[in-house]
């Protein structure tokens, strides 16, 4: 399996948590509310959420006229640490980190680390940073944000995240609080990650990560506050190391 998919594998453990994925945290009993009102409310346990772990997810990713299938699981620590590992066929083919500066990911098929910086010391910045991937992943992320959201319209909730060159939006749908749309384009390099709701579940289509591709994810299980062991480290002399 090429670099180029191990990194895509690192896109699909972002769809995790926005398709059908069971939840511990007590959500609301009262009756649902909408919009703004509704958004606070649900954010009310936000607080108390220091992690978040999606286990035995399925994705499915497109690209080069391609089809991959695997098994993701995704975990979480908040404002430090995004961590997941993918299967297929019963055996681990990638472990992978993202860090506040730098992503990392293990290819044990092929005996590979592959680095790069998440943010960028010179030239144009990757249309996401840390922040970012971690709202995406769950809404009780963007509890923190929550005075940044707007209701431009009956139908959506739009957090405005934008930079200067850089447009970021993330949309909810108004009544049943979902996640539908969210949007990253760099306006310079026209390098994008944009991901919508399907009725089958999540879909994400980027270019920012060497090539064009989509991704599909559903299912999988979610709890809160847990803790797992991340062990990123490998045996100097078995791997190689590449910085890209």
Known sequence: MSSTRFIILIIAGLLLTQCRAYREVTEPKAPPLVGMEGLREVCRPADTVRTVLI???EALIITDEERYEATISLFVIKDSLIYFSAVNSGFE???AAIDRDTIKVIDRLNKMVYRTPLRRRFGHHHPVNFDDVQNIISSYFLCDEIERAIEPNFF?????FDEPFIK???SFDRE????????FFHIQTKKYLMG????????IFTNFMITDFEISARGGFRSYNQE???KMEVNRRKYTFVDL
Request: glycine content about 4%.
């Open 196 to 203: 919508e709701r399907e009725p089958e579940g999540f879909r």
């Open 168 to 170: 970021k939006r993330i």
């Open 176 to 183: 049943s609080l979902k996640m539908d749309k969210f949007e």
């Open 156 to 160: 959506h909730i739009v957090f405005d």
């Open 93 to 95: 083919i990638l472990r």
């Open 228 to 230: 797992i062991p991340v």
């Open 55 to 57: 286990s035995k997810a």
